[in-house]
């Protein structure tokens, strides 16, 4: 057996405990891509596989993380979903939905598509760019290579290895890390500049509708400099077949000023991008109770697993070590398995009771007028009584057992808005709960102590 098979082998025997892996259906310079369904409900995922040391080694870590964090943010239709991160000593798991229609690139490649088809896949991909641009996130490499098709022909973005957040920007609010695909890059990102990330991404989906419409690339030239003189100029020409109005559009895309580009809002408006348009209900992917025992069998440790209640009559049990690397900052070992961005201000400890706890925020719920509805003794549902930018905010909070005399209750978001979800942890949350809090998760100074208490509470616990 070679060292390839061999690695195949052990990577099976890792995993086979929850998924029943298949066929590999990729394989890049840092990862392998493998079929899967899950065990217990048949589902067909795709299994990302990367090497822990190779990514560590090549200098990949920050960009894992930050693929993980920008796949939380941006769940939508038209995007495909991670459903899952799963780590052991020596490999990264992705699992994502699996979508089996192929790239959009592999239709491109046989000729130009019919404008009717064109457009739906036009109308899904600004969807979606539109979806990730207002969680802040900028994807700068969008093509036809990273755009999938599902089983109804419906487009979803993939690949967001690329992608930047908020926290790349630099003090002139603007993103300098040249990168992409050189014919569909922006001409701003080509100066060195500095550049607007939602902008360059819209030069890339004015590129990606010229394809489509046309069946070759705007600007191509056997030199790369020459390349990129027209891109600098954007100098193209639409041929005949393409539609007046599609090619308005691609004109007002493929501005080579990025202050006079199009924008997204203005694209919703144009009559030919409005025909047969539906805005896709964006829904928000729930929580999957764990199967009993899944959490870290075969080594496995699991990002979104979460310990099963023992007694209904009591919260759960929060277990120390993620307590402790939630909490402080000097022992978040989890990050790599987070988004760090929503975790902050959505999660507190305090020394009441779970009773207390629950009652108090159910006061808290209704004095903000959001309905309140019980999930489990120790898990409840608030609802926005207003519809919001993404729908009506739905945020789940929840109670668990720390030590004897600490709680910890941690909110998620189970649908809404995001930028809504972390005004209500930062403005409606913190001043109103301050009486029933010991520290919020992440503000310096208090960690350190309350991580203290706990160890100590834990150590006696389990010395009794």
């Known amino acids: 057996m070679d060292a390839a098979a061999a690695d195949d082998d052990s990577m099976r025997q890792v995993v086979l405990g929850k998924y029943e892996m298949g066929r590999m259906l990729g394989k890049g310079t840092f990862a392998k891509v493998y079929y899967a369904k899950h065990k217990s409900t048949g589902e067909s995922v795709a299994i990302k596989v990367m090497n822990k040391e190779q990514v560590k080694k090549e200098g990949m870590m920050e960009q894992i993380q930050r693929e993980i964090s920008v796949m939380h943010l941006v769940r ?7 459903k899952e991160v799963m780590a052991t000593r020596s490999r990264i ?19 130009k598509l019919k404008e009717e088809t064109a457009r739906k896949y036009f109308q899904q991909l600004i969807s979606a760019v539109d979806f990730c641009h207002s969680r802040g996130v900028s994807h700068r490499d969008l093509k036809p290579e990273n755009l999938l098709l599902d089983d109804n022909e419906d487009l979803k973005v993939s690949d967001f290895g690329l992608s930047a957040l908020p926290e790349q920007l630099r003090n002139d609010g603007l993103l300098h890390t040249q990168c992409g695909t050189p014919a569909y890059v922006a001409p701003e990102v080509l100066r060195r500049k500095g550049y607007d990330g939602a902008a360059a991404d819209l030069w890339s989906c004015g590129v990606i509708l010229f394809v489509l419409v046309s069946g070759f690339l705007p600007f191509q030239h056997q030199n790369l400099m020459r390349m ?10 639409c041929p005949p077949w393409v539609s ?3 090619r308005r559009l ?14 997204i809002p203005a694209i919703m408006r144009v009559p030919w991008f409005r025909k047969g348009f539906s805005v896709p209900l964006v829904f ?3 929580k999957k109770e764990e199967d009993e025992g899944e959490g870290e069998e075969d080594g496995i440790v699991n990002s979104s697993s979460i310990p099963s209640a023992t007694k209904i009559s009591s919260p759960k049990f929060f277990n120390a070590f993620q307590f402790i690397s939630s909490m402080s900052s000097g022992f978040d070992l989890s990050s790599l398995f987070e988004n760090t961005r929503r975790r902050r201000g959505s999660m507190f400890t305090s020394r009441c009771s779970a009773a207390a706890i629950m009652e108090r925020m159910e006061g808290f719920a209704k004095g903000i007028n959001f309905r309140v509805g019980r999930v489990k003794d120790f898990k409840m549902s608030l609802t926005g009584g207003t519809e919001g930018r993404k729908g009506r905010l739905t945020v789940t909070a929840e109670v668990f057992e720390v030590a004897p005399e600490v709680a910890i ?10 930028l809504e979800y972390v005004k209500f ?4 949350a913190r001043p109103a709960l301050k009486d029933i809090v010991w520290t919020w998760q992440g503000e310096n100074g208090d960690d350190s102590v309350c991580n203290g208490y706990v160890e100590d509470r834990l150590k006696a616990t389990i010395s009794m």
């Open 93 to 111: 798991f992705f699992v994502m939905e699996y979508v089996k229609g192929g790239e959009l690139f592999a239709k491109v490649a046989k000729g």
């Open 425 to 428: 942890c930062e403005e409606d």
């Open 409 to 418: 209750v941690q909110f998620s978001k189970s649908a809404g808005d995001t």
């Open 228 to 237: 990129y003189s027209k891109v600098f100029k954007a100098e193209f020409e």
């Open 250 to 263: 691609i004109s007002k895309l493929l501005v080579a000023d990025p202050s006079r580009r199009i924008t």
């Open 284 to 286: 928000s992917i729930p």
């Open 244 to 246: 007046v109005e599609a």
């Open 76 to 82: 939508h239709p038209n995007v495909v979903e991670l």
